[in-house]
């Protein structure tokens, strides 16, 4: 007897991408809900996450990066830091090496809001984590880093034109 693989290769890419898809409605739909009881919208979130992912590096983060990784013009990077400074999530301070430079830093309550809005799904998430074997995880973690650098590429790259066709 032969084994057969029940779903067809393009029926296991179309399935693997739905839920890639779906999971990012998920999300949206969490980060709405939840960061919404905080006043903070998705680009706000999503702002103090690269905050935070470039002080984990031990980087600094001007409001020039930061436009350039949320695809925010200059003026609505500024109107939003403005409006992450106004709540006290972030502040901008000049670089100790170079005054022209600004980074900006979360504040300890901003650390705290990102802690009750994301620690629940991260729980979850986690929890799906530790059902898989060490070398599943690994292959998870090779097939999300591709994924996710795939995305950005194509991000990147220019659409066509639809009024050329």
């Known amino acids: 007897m032969t084994y057969r693989d029940p779903t067809p290769p393009a029926a296991m890419e179309a399935a693997i991408i739905e839920r ?7 999300m949206d739909h969490y980060i709405d809900a939840h960061g919404g009881r905080h006043g903070l919208h998705r680009t706000d979130l999503n702002a103090l996450g690269h905050v935070m992912d470039a002080s984990r590096r031990g980087e600094d983060l001007g409001p020039g990066e ?15 830091l403005a409006r992450l400074e106004g709540v006290g999530h972030v502040q901008r301070r000049h670089s100790a090496t170079d005054r022209r430079r600004v980074s900006i830093e979360m504040t300890d309550e901003a650390m ?3 802690r009750d809005v994301f620690a629940p799904i991260g729980g979850a998430i986690r929890d799906v984590i530790a059902g898989f074997t060490p070398s599943e995880r690994e292959v998870v973690l090779r097939f999300l880093s591709e994924v996710v650098d795939r995305t950005n590429a194509a991000a990147r790259q220019t659409p066509p034109d639809p009024a050329a066709g």
């Open 20 to 26: 890639l898809r779906e999971f990012t409605t998920a």
């Open 66 to 80: 930061l436009a350039a990784a949320l695809n925010l013009s200059a003026p609505a990077t500024s109107a939003l």
């Open 112 to 114: 705290q809001v990102g």
